[in-house]
């Protein structure tokens, strides 16, 4: 993307083998040149150096020319540069310090009359980490800049997207473990913002600025306490491997210790390399726990491997380089940011597709649970609910509604001489002839045993009464006969109409004692209840 110009080295970097801390600028630059080493990169060394910088005889000095520093965040230094020669602290971090272009790297500007002579670097303090220096003509460089700034500004709209998208997630599906992962989103934005040195714009001259590295080292502990305790969640460690989960526990909590050690001593060497150990070891150990998961079918695991393995990979090598005190390479500085919002992306619609797929089984458990299992009718559980909704609509709407108690005439009877078999089949037999001969926004439900409730929206006495007449003569007809037996089933049938100040339970209280009617005064028949 933009690594090629980035990469063009064109410059030396020796440091001063006899520097003392009394060594000044003048002696520096009467050194001989047995005095210099050449070096890779600028590294701390155990007291102040002294360093040059010098394009290289290759260079062409007709042009202006920026000389660039690569991660040297909370490094002390103090630039020396032609023709005066002034010393001049600077400081990624420092807003006084003006510079050519963004804050991606530290750059020192040569003037072309001025290209060809050397830069001088004091260096008091600094992390073991390299400081890697390149150089490149004024226009090549702003050009590169500007890829840099247009990266960071993308990976940095997608992170603080991906965060709030989290956020909302959590609150509007209850889902309050997306915090966690919301949390390290955020951190991977705060450590966009100051590996880059965006944080300078976003603070200005705000004192939180001095503390730059100590923001950063409390944002992405934090952040990674946060997420693998999600993770431990999202991959259901603690329900299938208790005993990893308590060691992962184990691990964050040193982690959350050695937080308040970085907040004071961002530099600490035990602090940061712990905390590059315990992201391998984490990492790994999640990513063996879900490809355990996936080969069980999980297909969270799956999104973790697809969406974490390449952060992961890329989260394991930049500690691997830092383990080793070798900085972040240039492409580790795309792939890294890139694998963040990769991971953060997978992982928020994998959630998303989970909490779907559990509201999907909610809705398929709620409807098992008020549906009758041998009828697919509404159950008693259901009946209350949808019924009140209905006498309250009609009490609303002053409209009429009608409410009938269906009753199989001798049932048991049936089911001794037939077999419970046929018996169910006469249940199955009777649910099929309502829901043909009422409407499909009418409610029908199989109250319980052999008894069956019908509400009909709209309807009035007359017209109910009609309807269930209707419904009588049709399971008569229908069932003379079952499966080749005779057995002449027929129904009794309660009804009762919808009356101002009715509840569900008085409406059922009336048919039920029209329903006993009509079975005392000789079923096959329709009662209505009697008006007051």
Known sequence: MFASSALARDVEVMRLTSATPDTTLASVRAAGAAAWVEADAIRKQEKPSWWRLQLTPEADTSKEWIVALKETYDAELVAYLPPDYRARPISVFDPAWQQIGSRHRLSLRLAAVDAGAPIY???????????????????????????????????????LLLG????????????????????????????????????????????LLRHA?????????LGMVAVYIFIIQFLSIREHYPRLARVMLAILGMTALLVVVSIFDPRSVIANQFVNIAVVVLALLSLGVAAGRARAGSAHAWFFLIGWGCLTFAGMTRAMYFLQYRGTPEWLEIAHPSAQVLGALVLVLATARAVR????????????????????????????HDLAELVQQAEDDDQPLCVMFLDLDHFKAINDRHGHAIGDRCLVLVGNILRRHVRASDLIVRYGGEEFVIALEG???????????????????????????????????GLTDFRVGDQVESLLTRADAALYRAKREGRNRLAADLLP
């Not at 303090?125 to 500007?146: C, E, F, N, W």
């Not at 450590?191 to 705000?206: F, R, T």
């Open 121 to 159: 670097l004091q260096l008091f303090k600094g992390r073991l980490q390299p400081m890697h220096v390149s150089a490149a003509p004024l226009d090549d460089y702003i050009t590169v800049d500007l890829a840099r700034v247009r990266f960071t500004s993308m990976i940095l709209s997608a992170l």
């Open 164 to 207: 709030v998208v989290a956020a909302v997630y959590s609150v509007a599906l209850r889902q309050w473990h997306l915090l966690l992962f919301g949390a390290w989103v955020m951190s991977a934005a705060i450590y966009v913002l100051v590996m880059s040195g965006e944080i300078v714009a976003l603070l200005g001259d705000s004192p």
């Open 213 to 221: 590295m100590r923001l950063l080292a409390l944002a992405i502990n």
């Open 357 to 384: 797929h559990a509201e999907r089984e909610l809705l398929v458990a709620r409807r098992v649970a008020a549906t009758d299992a041998l009828t697919r009718l509404p159950n008693r559980n259901q009946l209350d």
């Open 459 to 493: 309807a009035g006495r007359e017209r109910g009464m009609l309807a269930a007449e209707e419904l009588r003569l049709a399971v008569a007809q229908e069932g003379r006969e079952i499966e080749g037996r005779a057995v002449q089933l027929t129904v009794s049938i």
